[in-house]
């Protein structure tokens, strides 16, 4: 079950789902291609630094209008300091966002402004190519301060007040899942083609397994890795690529892992390589950085191939030897002394067997 459902807060992909379904930013990202959402058209400045969208007639769900105001409303709020957003780092491209985050600078010198209800006008700190993709991603959402501000712990928790711009309007909400239903006053509604999803929370992996085999779901997702090479023999298995990086983020405060060494050799010594063809055994890909395979640089170059390696396996297996002689310059001969870290992780079948 999502934590939450607000655009604005949320860092869970699982929640994303729901949320691209019921908002529609600027943009849509259809398949790796950029579409026009909220924005019928736009202006870059020559410098690269401003981009004027202007927006079309579209309506929120309630029969209100969306405003540029909405969106400017919308990603201030992601740089508050006080919201706590998952995705505040990623508006740090827009020109005073970083600084206003920081305590450092005001909300008024944040680059975005609705010049009137239908344009909205963003000034860059620099030039960012990769800034209209974006704006298709859910946390550049708008949300109306209404809305929000009426309940801002609960707006997102209730079907009632979960007042949305997108195909799809939130019916149901709870532990055992969601339904949304199309959404009659979507600006593009009649390419709408579903007219209800009913989506379910499953914990297990091997449980939504079970439940897909017994015709209780149409659509599964999350396959436990021992049954990967099953399934993907099943009639109308798909393999589509996914711009998405796991990795895991380490208390640098924390003796031993405030040794820059100790991290080092932690990083070396997973064997990626293993997890990708043994545990999840479908169509992954080793990740030698964190950056995933698909994201073009300035040159239009893939950045993860041209990043270079930092010093792993180019085929993502583990350099043991390495790690552990980084181990042993940190006081750790033969992991000697080195004490038991605890790891958080979701609940994710998948993850355990990680």
Request: glycine share 8%; hydrophobic share 40%; aromatic share 10%.
């Amino acid at each position: 079950e999502p934590k939450t459902l607000d655009p604005t807060i949320n860092g869970d992909l699982m929640a994303g789902f729901i949320i691209d379904h019921c908002f529609e930013g600027l943009l849509r990202d259809r398949n790796g291609k950029l579409q026009p959402g909220m924005a019928e058209s736009w202006k870059i400045s020559e410098d690269g630094k401003t981009y004027t969208f202007k927006l079309r007639k579209a309506n929120w769900s309630d029969g209100k209008p969306v405003r540029a105001q909405d969106f400017e409303y919308a990603w201030k709020r992601v740089v508050n300091p006080k919201t706590g957003a998952s995705y505040a780092s990623i508006f740090f491209f827009v020109k005073g966002a970083k600084d206003y985050y920081e305590g450092k600078g005001k909300v008024e010198n944040v680059g975005v402004q609705a010049k009137d209800d239908s344009t909205l006008v963003v000034t860059l700190e620099n030039a960012t190519p990769f800034f209209l993709q974006l704006t298709a991603f859910m946390a550049y959402q708008p949300v109306r301060s209404d809305v929000v501000e009426k309940a801002p712990e609960k707006w997102a928790r209730n079907a009632a007040t979960y007042i949305g711009n997108g195909p799809y309007v939130l019916k149901k909400f709870g532990a055992d899942g969601a339904v949304l239903e199309k959404n009659p006053k979507y600006w593009n509604a009649k390419k709408v083609k579903l007219a209800r999803i009913e989506g379910s929370f499953i914990q297990e992996a091997s449980t939504e397994l079970t439940a897909f085999e017994n015709e209780e779901l149409d659509i599964l997702d999350n396959i436990p890795g021992p049954e990967m090479p099953r399934v993907k023999k099943m009639e109308g298995f798909v393999a589509y690529p996914q711009i998405t990086t796991y990795f895991y983020t380490l208390n640098t405060k924390k003796k031993p892992l405030d040794d820059v060494r100790v991290r080092k050799a932690l990083a070396l010594a997973v064997d990626r390589r293993a997890i990708v063809d043994k545990v999840m055994q479908g169509a992954q890909i080793p990740a030698i950085n964190v950056v995933a395979q698909g994201i073009k640089d300035s040159a239009r170059k893939d950045f993860s191939k041209t990043a270079g390696t930092f010093g792993f396996d180019p085929k993502g297996g583990a350099k043991g030897d390495a790690a552990r002689k980084l181990l042993a310059e940190a006081g750790f001969p033969g992991g000697k002394g080195f004490p038991t870290l605890t790891l958080l992780y979701n609940t994710s079948e998948t993850h355990k067997l990680q």
